[in-house]
């Protein structure tokens, strides 16, 4: 299993439009082959957000990162944050 | 829900005797009541490991941090670590 932490530092001012963006990638997200995991998540500062996924595969990971609602939508984040997202990515020991 | 992301920096050297810690704390944990996740997984380099953590409520949460094995083994596994743990909690939004 492969686990990824994908942080996302969201501008306050633009977290209302960041929110349906999140969702409708975390629905299209966890409907995916070998998705075994797929979370959103809020720090305590406004507009820090983390993403924890787990996925069967790298295959299945790489499908995802080449899907429609993927290369649509994080492009669309990024632009509402006020810097580039940190992505972290393990392999499950235990 | 609670999400819990902790990094340890364990030595390289020291490995080999951070992995039973970290299996006996991984087994006894995911006995706890409201324990939702508690996963190990690593990262690329040698000795970065992460513990990836879900927690039905903060007193779950409070009473793993309390527990005879969190307090016993932990401090063990922060002797073996480079440099302290990086712990960052988030609420589950979706």
């Known amino acids: 299993m492969i686990r990824v932490v994908a942080k996302f530092e969201v501008k306050p001012e633009e977290v209302t439009n960041a929110m349906p963006l999140f969702e409708e990638l975390v629905e299209a997200t966890r409907k ?3 998705c075994a995991q797929y979370v959103l998540a809020k720090a305590g500062e406004e507009g820090s957000f983390v993403v ?5 595969s790298k295959d299945a990971l790489d499908v995802h990162s080449n899907s429609e609602h993927f ?7 990024v632009s509402l944050c006020g810097s580039a997202p940190v992505i972290d990515s393990y392999i499950q020991v235990i």
Chains 1, 2 share one sequence.
Do not use: A, I, K
């Open 32 to 34: 995916e082959d070998g």
């Open 71 to 77: 290369t649509r939508l994080v492009p669309q984040l």
């Open 52 to 56: 924890l996924e787990g996925w069967e």
